[in-house]
């Protein structure tokens, strides 16, 4: 079965389990690991999943991938010494 997107995120950035992802000190180098990733190599529905798991599900979900996509790659903070 072909990972979803959260999951290649996250092995990407070599977390032991998914909520790992949404560590404050993982959260730098979240935009590294989205720009690996075609945005339209996953459907839009995941992508906006992937926006409402690290981001909460206040933010409005977004039109298309390469918006999603953009969102996930904002800077957040300086990178950290360390990943998962």
Known sequence: MPKDLLEELADSLHCTYL?????????AFLPEAVARVS??????REWN????YLFG???E?????????A???RPSSPPPKTQC
């Open 19 to 27: 909520s790992d992802l949404r560590r404050a000190d993982l959260r």
């Open 39 to 44: 945005a339209h190599t996953y459907p839009l």
């Open 49 to 52: 999943d992937a926006v409402a």
């Open 57 to 59: 599900e206040d933010v």
């Open 61 to 69: 979900p977004f039109d298309d991938s390469e918006q999603a996509k």
């Open 71 to 73: 969102f996930l790659q």
